[in-house]
């Protein structure tokens, strides 16, 4: 099995940074896509950005694009997503998942094979 533990949340001013970061334990880590989802209150999950098990191509979805960075270091077991100019509806539980071998999937959160337990991120005003 493969677990997963998210950190960095935290509370955070508009404009500000977050550094969110994900550990891994067991099998198969640095052989699958991961990526970070996240769910704001009464709103479904959704898709933040996902990276390839190279780490040579990533994924961002439209309302981050520019303002966060995903990463991952192999070696370590460890997964990123910095997050910079922070804007109130960044406000979300943040999860980080892996297990998905199909690039084309990798927005699909039921695709994923193992997820964290979440990391709150909140943004104010």
């Known amino acids: 099995q493969v677990q997963l533990v998210e950190s960095g949340g935290g509370l955070v001013q508009a404009g500000g940074s977050l550094r969110l970061s994900c550990a891994a334990s067991?099998?198969?880590?640095?052989?699958?896509?991961m990526g970070w989802f996240r769910q704001a209150p009464g709103k479904e999950r959704e898709f933040v950005a996902a990276i390839s098990s190279s780490a040579i191509t990533t994924s961002y979805a439209d309302s981050v694009k520019g303002r966060f960075t995903i990463s991952r270091d192999n070696d370590k077991n460890t997964m990123s997503l910095q997050m910079n100019s922070l804007k109130p509806e960044d406000t979300a539980v943040y999860s980080c998942?892996?297990?998905?071998?199909?690039?084309?999937?990798?927005?699909?959160?039921?695709?994923?094979?193992?997820w964290g337990q979440g990391t709150q991120v909140t943004v104010s005003s």
């Open positions: 067991g099998r198969t880590f640095s052989s699958t896509i």
């Open positions: 998942a892996t297990g998905l071998s199909n690039w084309f999937l990798r927005n699909k959160p039921l695709m994923y094979h193992y």
